[in-house]
């Protein structure tokens, strides 16, 4: 099992590299959810972890998935998720698992057209 630490360590690092690329800062952000800035502060210096539905709000905010915040290999440094395409994988995250893999399925026949 992976320690908490780790899971802060790599959100934290993860939610500051798409903040900068999306020209984002922890006080605009803390007022978009509705939490102060030492909330936003704590969650970017890894001392703790949003709850989901946090998440899912930052998400939104940052035009991102979960796993980009969540793993440790989200989003690679200059590639973008559309805001289709992380609302396409927000809705499969809420219904049946077979619908993620027909998602995944679109995406890489879009990347192929590229």
Same mark, same amino acid.
């Given at each position: /099992? ?27 952000? *803390? ?12 969650? /970017?210096? *890894? ?6 539905? /946090?998440?899912?709000?930052?998400? *939104? ?30 809705? *499969? ?16 026949? /879009?990347?192929?057209?590229?």
């Amino acid at each position: /099992m992976v320690p908490k630490s780790e899971y802060a360590r790599v959100f934290a690092n993860n939610l500051r590299r798409i903040m900068h690329e999306r020209g984002k800062n922890g006080a605009d952000m *803390a007022r978009y959810l509705g939490v102060g800035k030492s909330r936003v502060s704590s969650w /970017m210096n *890894a001392q703790h972890i949003p709850r989901p539905d /946090m998440v899912d709000k930052m998400c *939104a905010y940052l035009n991102c998935t979960r796993t980009d915040l969540m793993e440790e290999n989200g989003i690679k440094h200059g590639a973008s998720v559309t805001k289709e395409q992380a609302e396409l994988v927000r809705l *499969a995250m809420h219904g049946r698992e077979d619908n993620v893999h027909l998602i995944l399925e679109v995406f890489r026949r /879009m990347e192929g057209l590229k």
